[in-house]
């Protein structure tokens, strides 16, 4: 049975008890599989995963598309809260691939025996705070209704794909695919004509890999991007044994930097060296490669004069890269300040328009009119196509929460409650849904760090003021609207004392999605800074929460912690 199915007297058919648990979780990937494990086997509490793919990877688990490659370092990519899988686990790469991230999740997941508490196949199609009953009632597709106390989100931050709905979409003959949707048997490109809307990290990763067996492949590019070379390589026996010895210390470093990157930003500021140092520091930095490019100078994200040194240097390499100077000029014909997108790195990115069988269709220019039964028509052509590839994003953030048909006291939807975009207090909550926590929800550092860091801290967290909860007896805790506001107040701050809201087409505001509000969601203000907010919070009693334990005559009271 189906939830929306009807009895045979015609009546909606009414969905099944599945019992009642201390804690829901939404989601199997990173933050869902860690969550599991800290409730169920440090605190003790009855926990279950809900998921919707068969198998556990969340975010790694969809997206399965050509060049699927983590742009944090591999050895940074990993849980950090135990020293035994650290040491038993052993990446091969500088930046691990999509099939090595879901293997090295599923030996975690195995090694902690948490797949025997995760319901794969299920999709979660409502939640309900029952407020009489403090339970939260969970509906899923299996057609039953698990009701807990505790209801925890980790649907990642870039889950909901965003297939954008341009004319004629539907009535392409061809196959068509979604980077964040990927055929599990993969895409054979041979002798195929591919068309490719999106120049994001995803696209910058999938154009050289899809060009090396398409028959001929279209990139049509609405925003020209910045992209660093990766320099991928694979990992020295000598580098292993390295990160293996250098635990603590690497753990330290990602907790102390902004990004939670295994290295830190730099003091000096753009202007503190010459012209020529400041050639050379960018030169060995994109030798280096990767993410470590935007850190060598502490004022990139804050001063648009010390960013345009960036950007020029990294416009002028498009410039050294590609041959065909119209391709070069449409590449390079970047909007915005770098980094104020996520930057993304790739391997032969810009090396992939030397070749024959790519070209480069400028958006800008010649805007895509529609889709057609044969292909992608422009303003200014018809382009054949056998395959069209949406590397088209996410709605980030914010989607994936606002699809679970969350419904919290007084009948108020999340969808109601984030109308003019999302309201948290330090990410992990909304006034107005007791016991609900949202793992790297909308105004925490999340998608601005490295993922592993910022779950870990929130699960950590949430973990902390569940037991606390627990030992003293309290039935719920929800932010105030005070502290709500004034925290939606500091991610704008924050965000506004950088360049990052520069960048006006940017899915950190919501901009890629038509109709979305236009928030900045991420918080911006460092991931180190971040964590010593939230442990003086809890600190100080779960400041801005108010904890409420229910009295024998069902009046609410609160209480402090
Ligand atoms: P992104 O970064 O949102 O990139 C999506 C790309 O698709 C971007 O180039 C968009 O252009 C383009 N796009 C989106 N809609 C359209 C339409 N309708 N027409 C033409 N082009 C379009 O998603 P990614 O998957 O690459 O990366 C998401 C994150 O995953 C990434 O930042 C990492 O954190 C991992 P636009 O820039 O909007 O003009």
Redo the contacts with the bound molecule.
Sequence with gaps: MTAGSTAPNGQPAKARDAGTLDAVIIGAGFSGMYQLHLLRDRLGLKARVIERGDGVGGTWYWNRYPGARC?SESHSYSYYFSDELLKEWEWSERYPQQPEIVRYLNFVADKLDLKRDIQFETTVTAARYDEAANLWRVETDAGETVSAKYLITAVGC?SSA?V?D?PGRDTFKGDWYH??QWPHEGVDFTGKRVGQ???????IQAVPVIAETAEHLMV????A?YSIPANNHPLSAEFKKWARENIDEIRRTMHSSTNGHPFLIEDRKVFDVSAEERRKIYEKAWEIGGLRFRAVFQDILFDKAANDTAADFLKSKIGEIVKDPQKARDLAAIDHPFAT??PPIDTGYFEAFNRDNVSLVN?RETP?VEITETGIRTTERDYELDIIVF????D?MTGSLLKLGIVGRDGVSLNKAWEAGPRTYLGIQTAGFPNMFTITGPGSPS?LCNMPVAIEQHVEWVTDCIDRMEKQGIDRIEPTEEAVAGWVDHVNEVANATLLPQAG?S?YLGA?VPGKPRVFMPYAGGMNRFREICDDVAAKGYEGFVLTRDRADSRADAVSA
Aim: hydrophobic share 35%.
């Design positions: 742009d870039l965003n954008p341009i980077t964040g809307i999106g120049t994001g990290s995803t696209g049509f590019q609405r925003t991007n997108k996520r958006l895509i590397a088209t994003g996410f980030a998608v087409h899915w890629n």
